[in-house]
Protein backbone atom coordinates (compact mmCIF):
# COMPACT_ATOMS: atom_id res chain seq x y z
CA UNK A 1 0.00 0.00 0.00
CA UNK A 2 1.18 3.46 -0.61
CA UNK A 3 1.20 5.96 1.67
CA UNK A 4 2.90 8.84 0.18
CA UNK A 5 1.76 9.60 -3.32
CA UNK A 6 4.10 10.60 -5.93
CA UNK A 7 2.76 13.97 -5.61
CA UNK A 8 4.04 13.98 -1.89
CA UNK A 9 0.50 13.84 -0.12
CA UNK A 10 -0.48 11.40 2.60
CA UNK A 11 -3.95 9.63 2.26
CA UNK A 12 -5.80 12.70 4.65
CA UNK A 13 -3.77 15.05 2.59
CA UNK A 14 -0.80 16.04 4.40
CA UNK A 15 2.46 15.74 3.87
CA UNK A 16 5.28 13.91 5.21
CA UNK A 17 6.29 16.64 7.70
CA UNK A 18 2.63 17.98 8.49
CA UNK A 19 0.88 17.57 11.82
CA UNK A 20 -2.78 17.23 11.77
CA UNK A 21 -5.41 19.83 12.62
CA UNK A 22 -5.05 20.54 16.64
CA UNK A 23 -8.48 21.55 18.62
CA UNK A 24 -8.50 22.06 22.51
CA UNK A 25 -10.95 23.51 24.90
CA UNK A 26 -10.38 24.63 28.48
CA UNK A 27 -12.95 23.84 31.12
CA UNK A 28 -15.16 20.71 29.64
CA UNK A 29 -16.39 19.34 33.11
CA UNK A 30 -18.05 21.73 35.74
CA UNK A 31 -17.24 19.26 38.53
CA UNK A 32 -13.44 18.88 38.06
CA UNK A 33 -10.66 21.12 39.63
CA UNK A 34 -9.69 21.00 35.83
CA UNK A 35 -10.24 19.56 32.51
CA UNK A 36 -10.14 19.57 28.58
CA UNK A 37 -10.95 18.65 25.88
CA UNK A 38 -8.09 17.82 23.10
CA UNK A 39 -8.02 16.99 19.45
CA UNK A 40 -5.73 15.76 16.93
CA UNK A 41 -7.66 15.24 13.90
CA UNK A 42 -9.65 12.92 14.07
CA UNK A 43 -9.06 11.86 17.74
CA UNK A 44 -10.94 13.13 20.19
CA UNK A 45 -10.21 13.01 24.07
CA UNK A 46 -11.39 14.26 27.16
CA UNK A 47 -9.49 14.72 30.32
CA UNK A 48 -10.34 15.11 34.29
CA UNK A 49 -8.53 16.22 37.23
CA UNK A 50 -9.32 16.18 40.47
CA UNK A 51 -7.01 17.46 43.53
CA UNK A 52 -4.75 17.58 45.06
CA UNK A 53 -6.89 16.45 48.02
CA UNK A 54 -6.98 14.03 50.96
CA UNK A 55 -5.69 10.16 50.03
CA UNK A 56 -8.28 8.08 49.97
CA UNK A 57 -6.10 4.81 50.86
CA UNK A 58 -4.11 5.67 53.88
CA UNK A 59 -1.56 2.99 53.15
CA UNK A 60 -0.78 4.97 49.90
CA UNK A 61 -0.15 8.24 51.84
CA UNK A 62 3.20 9.45 51.29
CA UNK A 63 4.87 11.67 53.60
CA UNK A 64 6.99 13.45 50.86
CA UNK A 65 4.91 13.83 48.14
CA UNK A 66 1.78 13.50 46.19
CA UNK A 67 0.65 10.86 45.36
CA UNK A 68 -0.46 10.62 41.11
CA UNK A 69 -3.20 8.43 39.81
CA UNK A 70 -4.47 8.09 36.43
CA UNK A 71 -7.45 6.15 34.58
CA UNK A 72 -7.70 5.42 30.83
CA UNK A 73 -10.46 4.62 29.47
CA UNK A 74 -12.11 4.14 25.30
CA UNK A 75 -15.75 4.84 24.85
CA UNK A 76 -17.34 1.80 23.31
CA UNK A 77 -18.15 4.09 20.59
CA UNK A 78 -14.65 5.63 19.54
CA UNK A 79 -13.61 2.88 17.18
CA UNK A 80 -15.62 2.00 14.19
CA UNK A 81 -15.61 -1.47 16.08
CA UNK A 82 -18.50 -2.83 18.06
CA UNK A 83 -16.37 -4.88 20.51
CA UNK A 84 -17.11 -4.50 24.21
CA UNK A 85 -13.51 -3.83 26.07
CA UNK A 86 -13.89 -4.91 29.42
CA UNK A 87 -12.52 -2.60 32.34
CA UNK A 88 -9.04 -2.36 33.19
CA UNK A 89 -7.87 -4.91 29.92
CA UNK A 90 -3.78 -4.68 29.29
CA UNK A 91 -3.63 -1.85 26.69
CA UNK A 92 -6.08 -0.24 29.17
CA UNK A 93 -3.54 -0.71 32.04
CA UNK A 94 -0.33 -0.48 30.41
CA UNK A 95 -1.89 3.70 28.85
CA UNK A 96 -2.90 4.55 32.64
CA UNK A 97 0.54 3.94 33.75
CA UNK A 98 2.52 5.42 30.90
CA UNK A 99 0.56 8.44 30.91
CA UNK A 100 0.73 8.42 35.02
CA UNK A 101 4.48 8.35 35.07
CA UNK A 102 5.17 10.98 31.98
CA UNK A 103 2.61 13.40 34.19
CA UNK A 104 4.91 12.45 37.13
CA UNK A 105 7.80 13.50 35.61
CA UNK A 106 6.53 17.42 35.19
CA UNK A 107 4.25 17.64 38.29
CA UNK A 108 5.97 19.36 41.40
CA UNK A 109 4.84 16.41 43.70
CA UNK A 110 7.00 17.41 47.01
CA UNK A 111 5.20 20.98 46.97
CA UNK A 112 2.21 18.69 47.88
CA UNK A 113 2.60 15.96 49.94
CA UNK A 114 0.55 13.38 52.32
CA UNK A 115 -2.54 14.56 49.15
CA UNK A 116 -3.22 12.30 45.93
CA UNK A 117 -3.98 13.58 42.58
CA UNK A 118 -6.84 11.84 39.98
CA UNK A 119 -6.02 12.40 36.24
CA UNK A 120 -9.18 10.48 34.36
CA UNK A 121 -8.54 10.21 30.81
CA UNK A 122 -11.25 9.24 27.92
CA UNK A 123 -11.05 8.37 23.86
CA UNK A 124 -14.00 9.55 22.74
CA UNK A 125 -13.21 9.34 19.06
CA UNK A 126 -10.03 6.75 18.24
CA UNK A 127 -7.75 7.86 15.40
CA UNK A 128 -4.15 6.87 15.70
CA UNK A 129 -2.28 8.86 17.71
CA UNK A 130 -4.60 8.05 20.94
CA UNK A 131 -1.61 8.07 23.47
CA UNK A 132 -0.27 11.26 22.41
CA UNK A 133 -3.72 13.13 22.46
CA UNK A 134 -4.09 11.67 26.55
CA UNK A 135 -1.13 13.12 27.82
CA UNK A 136 -1.89 16.30 25.83
CA UNK A 137 -5.51 16.81 27.42
CA UNK A 138 -4.07 15.74 30.63
CA UNK A 139 -1.28 18.09 30.78
CA UNK A 140 -3.91 21.07 29.84
CA UNK A 141 -6.26 20.04 32.32
CA UNK A 142 -3.49 19.57 35.21
CA UNK A 143 -3.18 23.51 33.77
CA UNK A 144 -6.68 24.09 33.91
CA UNK A 145 -6.36 22.61 37.71
CA UNK A 146 -3.42 25.08 38.92
CA UNK A 147 -1.50 22.16 39.88
CA UNK A 148 2.36 23.39 39.86
CA UNK A 149 4.63 22.24 36.75
CA UNK A 150 7.85 22.19 35.75
CA UNK A 151 7.07 22.60 32.39
CA UNK A 152 3.99 21.86 30.16
CA UNK A 153 4.84 18.16 28.86
CA UNK A 154 3.62 17.13 25.26
CA UNK A 155 3.48 14.57 22.99
CA UNK A 156 3.62 13.15 19.63
CA UNK A 157 4.34 10.20 17.64
CA UNK A 158 6.04 10.00 14.50
CA UNK A 159 6.92 6.46 12.01
CA UNK A 160 8.62 5.80 8.88
CA UNK A 161 6.85 3.85 6.34
CA UNK A 162 7.90 2.77 3.17
CA UNK A 163 11.06 4.92 3.46
CA UNK A 164 9.44 7.67 4.69
CA UNK A 165 9.46 9.44 7.97
CA UNK A 166 6.10 10.83 8.94
CA UNK A 167 4.81 12.90 11.73
CA UNK A 168 1.28 12.63 13.87
CA UNK A 169 0.42 9.25 12.48
CA UNK A 170 -3.28 8.79 11.86
CA UNK A 171 -5.02 5.31 12.46
CA UNK A 172 -4.14 3.96 8.77
CA UNK A 173 -0.84 4.84 9.14
CA UNK A 174 -0.48 3.63 12.71
CA UNK A 175 -1.79 0.19 12.34
CA UNK A 176 0.30 -0.28 8.54
CA UNK A 177 2.84 -2.05 10.91
CA UNK A 178 5.70 0.24 10.35
CA UNK A 179 7.99 1.24 12.95
CA UNK A 180 6.67 4.32 14.98
CA UNK A 181 7.93 6.69 17.72
CA UNK A 182 5.80 8.03 20.49
CA UNK A 183 7.74 11.01 22.36
CA UNK A 184 6.74 13.24 25.58
CA UNK A 185 8.71 15.86 26.15
CA UNK A 186 9.39 19.13 28.14
CA UNK A 187 10.19 21.62 26.16
CA UNK A 188 11.38 24.41 28.14
CA UNK A 189 13.30 22.08 30.04
CA UNK A 190 14.86 19.82 26.36
CA UNK A 191 14.02 16.65 28.06
CA UNK A 192 12.21 13.74 27.08
CA UNK A 193 9.83 12.07 29.40
CA UNK A 194 8.46 9.50 27.29
CA UNK A 195 9.65 6.88 24.49
CA UNK A 196 7.93 4.13 23.26
CA UNK A 197 8.70 2.10 20.28
CA UNK A 198 6.95 -0.65 18.08
CA UNK A 199 9.32 -2.57 16.39
CA UNK A 200 12.77 -1.49 15.25
CA UNK A 201 14.91 0.91 13.59
CA UNK A 202 18.20 1.15 12.52
CA UNK A 203 20.05 4.04 14.59
CA UNK A 204 20.55 6.84 11.97
CA UNK A 205 16.50 6.45 11.01
CA UNK A 206 15.62 6.62 14.30
CA UNK A 207 17.52 9.61 15.38
CA UNK A 208 15.44 11.11 12.33
CA UNK A 209 11.99 10.16 13.41
CA UNK A 210 12.73 10.92 17.20
CA UNK A 211 13.18 14.75 16.45
CA UNK A 212 10.71 14.81 14.07
CA UNK A 213 8.46 13.45 17.04
CA UNK A 214 10.23 16.02 18.95
CA UNK A 215 9.18 18.86 16.58
CA UNK A 216 5.98 18.11 16.66
CA UNK A 217 5.67 17.97 20.27
CA UNK A 218 7.56 21.67 19.95
CA UNK A 219 4.81 22.51 18.12
CA UNK A 220 2.24 21.21 20.31
CA UNK A 221 3.74 23.04 22.95
CA UNK A 222 3.36 26.25 20.82
CA UNK A 223 -0.40 25.59 20.56
CA UNK A 224 -1.05 24.28 24.44
CA UNK A 225 0.52 27.81 25.17
CA UNK A 226 -1.76 29.50 22.83
CA UNK A 227 -4.96 28.13 24.27
CA UNK A 228 -3.81 28.68 27.63
CA UNK A 229 -3.12 32.13 27.58
CA UNK A 230 -6.46 32.89 25.87
CA UNK A 231 -8.36 31.30 28.62
CA UNK A 232 -6.55 33.27 31.15
CA UNK A 233 -7.52 36.65 28.86
CA UNK A 234 -11.50 35.28 29.09
CA UNK A 235 -11.24 34.93 32.78
CA UNK A 236 -9.29 37.70 33.65
CA UNK A 237 -12.28 39.70 31.25
CA UNK A 238 -15.06 37.67 33.23
CA UNK A 239 -13.41 38.79 36.74
CA UNK A 240 -13.25 42.50 35.03
CA UNK A 241 -16.91 42.56 33.86
Known amino acids: MEFVSPEGLRLDGRRPLEMRQLRAEIGAVSKADGSAVFEMGNTKVIAAVYGP??????????????LVRCEYTMANFSTGDRVRKPKGD???????????????ACIMTHLMPRSQIDIFVQVLQADGGTRSACINAATLALADAGIPMRDLVTSCSAGYLNTTPLLDLNYVEDSAGGPDVTVGYLPKLDKVTLLQM???????????????????????????REVLLENTKQLEYRRGS
Open 198 to 224: DSKLPLDTFESVMQLAIEGCKAVANYL
Open 53 to 66: REVENRAQQMNDQA
Open 90 to 104: RRSTEISMVIRQTME
